[in-house]
């Protein structure tokens, strides 16, 4: 019989108040979670993995590897039909989008959370939990990458985002909306995802950093990074991608001592493009040798350069990788 793998990162969903911090801490193993969702056996056969009891900002380029491995040795096993993973829901688009990059697979992989400890009214693991094994047991999310079900809706990893500190509503496809939804215990899909990216790695390159442009900044914090060791940067720039004139000069140098260095946008929508020819503007940027990473969110773009540079140290073959229009 066909079942859903669970495997349990730990996160919110995982959590309770503890009285004498009176604050959430990990505290729920998936059995108990499950206990708490009876019916969720009705939808599929059922294995679980306690991968762990992680808040979502413990986790570490290692443990993202060690979770990608996880899920390629459940996903081959023919009875597997898909994978659910529970996760912290502060890096949960960084992880799915990881999984999505690095993982070549048409079985289901669906990440999901909450956003409210198992301690609060209004407690949303459970029904997270089922619309994420009704979603990874549809024959119609076969082929779709990896995707985040929250609040009844379905999510690509590429797209989505959390937008909101505390609200349950509160990831979000800003460009794109949501690719489906979950409706009276099915899973309906809207539309395909046309395009999608993959890099073969068993490993993250970790020396890669990501930095918040602001207008007046100068270019020491650039400086610093790159002579630490880094081996990429990540820049969420203003508007279309544009920089102050002196971080500019920072981007010059980094690029003279080999760091890759990609280029975002701070807004939520929106691509980046070489409008602007002024110093700094994205022109002048691209001339530098910046790649630019279309409407990658900032940790996503980083999370992309950490899988490329662990792909290949070849400048021409990462800005293919992020320029070249997605197959």
Not at 108 to 132: H, Q
Not at 135 to 145: D, Q, R
Not at 223 to 252: W, Y
Not at 312 to 327: A, D, G, M, P, V
């Given at each position: 019989?066909?079942?859903?793998?669970?495997?349990?990162?730990?996160?919110?969903?995982?959590?309770?108040?503890?009285?004498?911090?009176?604050?959430?801490?990990?505290?729920?193993?998936?059995?108990?979670?499950?206990?708490?969702?009876?019916?969720?056996?009705?939808?599929?056969?059922?294995?679980?993995?306690?991968?762990?009891?992680?808040?979502?900002?413990?986790?570490?380029?290692?443990?993202?590897?060690?979770?990608?491995?996880?899920?390629?040795?459940?996903?081959?096993?023919?009875?597997?039909?898909?994978?659910?993973?529970?996760?912290?829901?502060?890096?949960?688009?960084?992880?799915?989008?990881?999984?999505?990059?690095?993982?070549?697979?048409?079985?289901?992989?669906?990440?999901?959370?909450?956003?409210?400890?198992?301690?609060?009214?209004?407690?949303?693991?459970?029904?997270?939990?089922?619309?994420?094994?009704?979603?990874?047991?549809?024959?119609?999310?076969?082929?779709?990458?990896?995707?985040?079900?929250?609040?009844?809706?379905?999510?690509?990893?590429?797209?989505?985002?959390?937008?909101?500190?505390?609200?349950?509503?509160?990831?979000?496809?800003?460009?794109?909306?949501?690719?489906?939804?979950?409706?009276?215990?099915?899973?309906?899909?809207?539309?395909?995802?046309?395009?999608?990216?993959?890099?073969?790695?068993?490993?993250l390159e970790p020396r890669v950093s990501l930095l918040?442009?602001?207008?007046?900044?100068?270019?020491?914090?650039?400086?610093?990074?790159?002579?630490?060791?880094?081996?990429?940067?990540?820049?969420?720039?203003?508007?279309?991608?544009?920089?102050?004139?002196?971080?500019?000069?920072?981007?010059?140098?980094?690029?003279?001592?080999?760091?890759?260095?990609?280029?975002?946008?701070?807004?939520?929508?929106?691509?980046?493009?070489?409008?602007?020819?002024?110093?700094?503007?994205?022109?002048?940027?691209?001339?530098?040798?910046v790649i630019f990473g279309d409407n990658l969110s900032?940790?996503?773009?980083?999370?992309?350069?950490?899988?490329?540079?662990?792909?290949?140290?070849?400048?021409?073959?990462?800005?293919?990788?992020?320029?070249?229009?997605?197959?």
């Open positions: 019989m066909e079942k859903i793998v669970i495997i349990f990162t730990g996160g919110t969903i995982s959590m309770k108040n503890d009285a004498n911090l009176n604050a959430a801490i990990p505290s729920l193993s998936g059995n108990d979670i499950l206990k708490m969702v009876p019916n969720i056996k009705e939808i599929s056969q059922i294995e679980i993995i306690q991968f762990g009891n992680f808040p979502s900002p413990h986790f570490t380029p290692e443990l993202l590897v060690n979770l990608k491995l996880e899920v390629e040795n459940v996903i081959k096993k023919q009875q597997v039909k898909g994978v659910v993973i529970t996760h912290g829901t502060d890096t949960i688009e960084e992880t799915a989008y990881f999984l999505d990059l690095t993982i070549n697979s048409e079985k289901p992989i669906v990440l999901t959370g909450a956003m409210k400890n198992s301690s609060e009214i209004g407690y949303d693991g459970p029904s997270n939990l089922i619309a994420s094994v009704i979603t990874a047991s549809s024959e119609k999310a076969k082929n779709k990458g990896v995707l985040v079900v929250f609040n009844n809706e379905i999510h690509a990893a590429r797209d989505v985002t959390k937008t909101h500190t505390s609200s349950i509503d509160t990831f979000k496809s800003l460009e794109t909306g949501p690719i489906g939804v979950v409706d009276n215990n099915r899973a309906y899909f809207y539309r395909n995802i046309e395009t999608r990216d993959y890099i073969p790695v068993d490993h918040k442009v602001a207008f007046g900044m100068d270019d020491k914090i650039i400086r610093f990074l790159v002579n630490s060791g880094e081996k990429g940067i990540v820049i969420e720039g203003t508007g279309r991608g544009n920089v102050p004139p002196k971080l500019a000069d920072g981007i010059e140098y980094a690029i003279s001592k080999g760091v890759i260095v990609v280029l975002v946008s701070r807004c939520p929508m929106g691509r980046v493009d070489a409008s602007y020819g002024y110093k700094g503007g994205g022109k002048h940027l691209k001339s530098l040798g900032g940790q996503k773009a980083r999370i992309k350069l950490m899988a490329a540079l662990a792909y290949s140290n070849n400048y021409n073959e990462i800005k293919k990788l992020f320029e070249e229009e997605r197959t």
